[in-house]
């Protein structure tokens, strides 16, 4: 009996081939009820072309590495089954928006600097000295901004987003969920520091609600949500600065 | 605001109004000219009008600024803020003048 | 190291995908909504100058054409109404003492709720 095989259009781009845009390759591969995406971009390379180049390490989607264009939407291919697209073909691209450096493989200088940008650390007026012990937070303060802190930087929510398709630089989703993580956090006393950045057309008010980048992401991160809880602190903010421009924090 | 207010009013004057708003009914026109004149609705009437203008024109200012008029923002905030500065105006006079 | 640079999205971009297509019909909700307002501005004048101006108003919209005008602008205004009441708790979370709570019910607290009731209020105190 033959077995049932399903076709996979990969795009290609192999730089030092002296090549700039080398398209997309098709891959007939073994097709298996339980068998994921990557499965296949690995049973690929194995088996069939070892130059095959794209990123990936956990494949239980924990790890955020495994993200790419499936069927032109933004998946984690070790979450995207072979049996939700049969009989295809499917199409793999490298995420969108991103620079692509070789095939399936991005740049994502710039999401790292975006989110180191908006300062993704607890910021204190004060420190306070280690004899006075520990910051003491209950379980309702944690679970106030808890949903933002399981995001795994994969990036699927920049490649949803219109608005990081159209403008250069745009905060972006992830960045701007990891700023209320910390704004949210009642450790925190940093978010007049964020507040430039957030506050910013190239920040939370760039957001025009589309809602893709939280339909995407794997984690149910929601950054849409926390996006427009930010514009509303933001403008909250704002009144509070026209009406007390010297007040208190 | 819009989204609260909106529906009820197109049910009204679209489809409930004009067919059973003749002389004499529940809806004559001296009941609802009586109504609207009350000062109070012509203050929801005209906080629904003003803040539904606005709303909409922030929405359509971004919507020409999604398809590519990005460049044009300042411009597109004299038009669009300024044609709902001018529709409240106009809805204040027509109120006042009932 | 030579980067295929991102193509940048055509003015077009909201055409590509179902979630995009979606977002600009409920942006685009706002177009019927302000033509009803303009429509609104007319009725106001006709409704302050007397009664025949406004019979003879309210006899033009007993047409097929405006009728199907306020069909648009209904669900126009119905669409609007229902993705923004269910946008709202994202927007502004509920909080009962430290719970969160769900976005359904937020959604009706704050948006359907207040909406059906004062719909009610107005058709009754206008056509009792």
Known sequence: MTEKTIELQVYRYQPENGETDTGFQSFEVPYHEHWVVLDALNWVKDEVDGT?????????GVCGS???MVDGDAKLTCNAFLKDYYPGPIRVEPLSYFPVERDLIIDFNGFMSRLKSIKPWIIRDEEKPLEEGEYLQSPAQLAFFKQYTMCINCMLCYSACPVVGTEENFLGPAAIALAQRYNLDSRDQGGEQREDLLGDDEGGWGCTFVGECSRVCPKDVDPAGAIQRAKVSSM????????????ER | ?????????????????????GAGSHASYERVHGLVSFWLVKLVLFAVIAFSLFHCAHRIRHILMDVGLREAAGVLSVICYGAALVGAGIAASFLIGL | MNLRYKTP??????MDKPGFRLFMLREATSL?????????????????????????FLESLRHPVPILLHLVALAASLYHSITWFNLTPKIMPMYLGEDRLPDKLAAVAMGFGPWIVLSGIILWGVLR
């Not at chain 1, 794209?54 to 239980?60: E, P």
């Not at chain 3, 999205?9 to 909201?14: A, D, E, I, N």
């Open chain 1, 236 to 247: 909250l903010n704002w009144y509070k600065r026209l009406i007390m421009p010297r007040g």
């Open chain 1, 52 to 60: 095959l180049s794209f990123r990936w390490s956990c494949r239980m």
């Open chain 3, 9 to 14: 999205l055509r003015p077009s971009w909201f």
């Open chain 3, 32 to 56: 019927f909504m302000a033509g009803y307002l303009i429509f609104l501005l007319v009725w106001l004048r006709r409704l302050g100058q007397g009664p025949e101006a406004y019979a003879t």
């Open chain 2, 1 to 21: 605001m819009s989204a609260l207010f909106l529906p009820v009013m197109i049910l009204l004057t679209g489809f409930l109004l004009p067919f059973i708003g």
């Open chain 1, 66 to 68: 495994c993200g790419m």
